[in-house]
C-alpha cells in the first residue's frame, strides 16, 4: 500500500489541489449569493421588516426546497448541457464547480435563514424602534449577534460539499473521488480506495475543527 501511494503522490496531491478549486469555488458562491438569498428570505417572512415582499418570499422559498430536494448525481447529470455552455466542457474541476455551485446556493441560503432566526426578535424590535433600516438592521444586528451561527453554518456548507466533490468524481469531475473511482474502483486497487476515505475523513476534520474554534471565538454572549 505505501509503494502505490509514494507512486501515485503526485496524482494524489493534483487531486488535493482539484477538491480544494471545487471547492473554493462553490463555497465563494454559496457565501455571497446564497447569503444574500437567505437573508431576502428571512427579512421578507412574516413579521419580519420586509415583510410587505410576501410574493418574493414564498417564490424564493419554492425555489429553495425544489433545488434542495435533487439528490446531487441527478442535478450533476441534469446540468450538464448547462455547465457545457458555461465553460465548455461538461468535465474537470471547472465544469464540475457548476453544479456544485447550483447545489451549494439554496444549501447554504436555508442555512442562513436557519441561522438568523435564532437572532433574538427582541434585539430586532429594539433596532427597529430606533429608527434602523433593514439595511442598518443586517449589518449591525442580524450579522453580528448571528456571526457564530453563520460560521458553523459555513463550516456544515464546507463539509457537505467536500463530499459532493468527491461525488463529483464519478462523471470526470477530478479531484479526490476521482482518485478513488479510477483507482480503487475500476483498477480493483482497494489500498487506494481506503487512503482516499482516509485523507476525506482527515479533510473533513480539519474543516470542522476549525470552523468550531472559529464559531467559539466569535461567540460574544
Same mark, same amino acid.
Given at each position: 500500500?505505501?509503494? +502505490?501511494?509514494?507512486?501515485?503522490?503526485?496524482?494524489?496531491? #493534483?487531486?488535493?489541489?482539484?477538491?480544494?478549486?471545487? !471547492?473554493?469555488?462553490? !463555497?465563494?458562491?454559496?457565501?455571497?449569493? &446564497?447569503?444574500?438569498?437567505?437573508?431576502?428570505?428571512?427579512?421578507?417572512?412574516? &413579521? +419580519?421588516?420586509?415583510?410587505?415582499?410576501?410574493?418574493?418570499?414564498?417564490? @424564493?422559498?419554492?425555489?429553495? +426546497?425544489? /433545488?434542495?430536494?435533487?439528490?446531487?448525481?441527478?442535478?450533476?447529470?441534469?446540468?450538464?448541457?448547462?455547465?457545457?455552455?458555461?465553460? &465548455?466542457?461538461?468535465?474537470?474541476?471547472?465544469?464540475?464547480?457548476?453544479? $456544485?455551485?447550483?447545489?451549494?446556493?439554496? =444549501?447554504?441560503?436555508?442555512?442562513?435563514?436557519?441561522?438568523?432566526?435564532?437572532?433574538?426578535? &427582541?434585539?430586532?424590535?429594539?433596532?427597529?424602534?430606533?429608527?434602523?433600516?433593514?439595511?442598518?438592521? /443586517?449589518?449591525?444586528?442580524?450579522?453580528?449577534? %448571528?456571526?457564530?451561527? $453563520?460560521? !458553523?453554518?459555513?463550516? /456544515?456548507?464546507?463539509?457537505?460539499?467536500?463530499? =459532493?466533490?468527491?461525488?463529483? %468524481?464519478?462523471?470526470? %469531475?477530478?479531484?479526490? %473521488?476521482?482518485?478513488?473511482?479510477?483507482?480503487?474502483?475500476?483498477?480493483?486497487? #482497494?489500498?487506494?480506495? @481506503? @487512503?482516499?476515505?482516509?485523507?476525506?475523513?482527515? $479533510?473533513?476534520?480539519?474543516?470542522?475543527?476549525?470552523?468550531?474554534?472559529? @464559531?467559539?471565538?466569535?461567540?460574544?454572549?
Amino acid at each position: 500500500m505505501l509503494e +502505490n501511494l509514494l507512486e501515485l503522490t503526485p496524482d494524489i496531491i #493534483t487531486a488535493i489541489g482539484e477538491t480544494f478549486f471545487m !471547492l473554493g469555488i462553490c !463555497l465563494t458562491t454559496a457565501v455571497t449569493l &446564497g447569503g444574500a438569498l437567505g437573508i431576502a428570505v428571512y427579512l421578507t417572512a412574516p &413579521g +419580519n421588516p420586509l415583510a410587505r415582499y410576501r410574493r418574493f418570499n414564498l417564490t @424564493a422559498d419554492a425555489i429553495i +426546497n425544489v /433545488v434542495r430536494s435533487f439528490p446531487f448525481i441527478i442535478l450533476l447529470v441534469a446540468l450538464s448541457p448547462f455547465t457545457r455552455y458555461i465553460v &465548455g466542457t461538461s468535465i474537470g474541476p471547472l465544469a464540475a464547480s457548476v453544479p $456544485l455551485s447550483c447545489a451549494a446556493i439554496p =444549501y447554504f441560503a436555508r442555512l442562513v435563514e436557519q441561522t438568523l432566526r435564532d437572532v433574538p426578535r &427582541g434585539v430586532i424590535e429594539a433596532a427597529e424602534a430606533m429608527g434602523a433600516s433593514p439595511w442598518q438592521i /443586517v449589518w449591525r444586528v442580524l450579522l453580528v449577534d %448571528g456571526r457564530s451561527g $453563520l460560521i !458553523l453554518s459555513t463550516t /456544515v456548507l464546507a463539509v457537505s460539499f467536500l463530499s =459532493y466533490s468527491a461525488i463529483a %468524481g464519478v462523471v470526470g %469531475g477530478g479531484g479526490i %473521488g476521482d482518485l478513488a473511482i479510477r483507482y480503487g474502483y475500476y483498477r480493483f486497487q #482497494t489500498d487506494i480506495m @481506503a @487512503a482516499m476515505v482516509v485523507l476525506l475523513v482527515v $479533510l473533513v476534520q480539519l474543516i470542522q475543527t476549525t470552523g468550531q474554534y472559529l @464559531a467559539r471565538r466569535a461567540d460574544k454572549r
